[in-house]
């Protein structure tokens, strides 16, 4: 059986927002419960999140105050993981939301237009839609 070999890739989105408050908003489980998930919960380094019945666990393996947070999921493939990056472009002086992210070759596109949707939402419930 051949297996599908995995991309990385990374998308970037302009958000209005201070990063202090936008990083609320990808690590604070209710914050993350309005955009990302159904429901979601945390327990020391570890973030359950919901989706109708199902239920995902992952871990934060990297945390900077203010920039940056890296979720691995518990069932997911070593070495993958989803990232928020959070910085201020140098030129517009504009909040970017940089996700890193992995899917199926055939299927990136697909999962880069999931993101589209739910960061839609976050600036929804950021009010910077």
């Known amino acids: 059986m051949k297996s599908t070999a995995r991309k990385k ?5 302009i958000v209005r927002s201070s990063p202090a408050i936008l990083f609320g908003f990808v690590t604070n489980p209710s ?6 998930s159904d429901y979601c919960d945390a327990n020391d380094n570890y973030i359950v999140f919901g989706w109708g019945g199902s239920r995902e666990q992952a871990q934060i393996v990297e945390f900077i105050e203010d920039e940056f947070v890296k979720y691995h999921w518990l069932d997911g493939k070593a070495g993958e993981f989803f990232s928020f990056r959070i910085y201020k472009s140098d030129i517009a002086n504009d ?3 940089e996700i ?7 299927e990136v596109k697909d999962q880069i237009m999931l993101w589209d949707s739910q960061i839609e939402e976050l600036k929804h419930q950021l009010g910077a839609g």
Do not use: H, P, S
């Open 9 to 13: 890739f990374t998308t970037e989105y």
């Open 95 to 97: 909040t970017i939301l």
């Open 100 to 106: 890193t992210d992995f899917a199926d070759e055939k």
């Open 31 to 36: 914050n993350l419960a309005q955009w990302f």
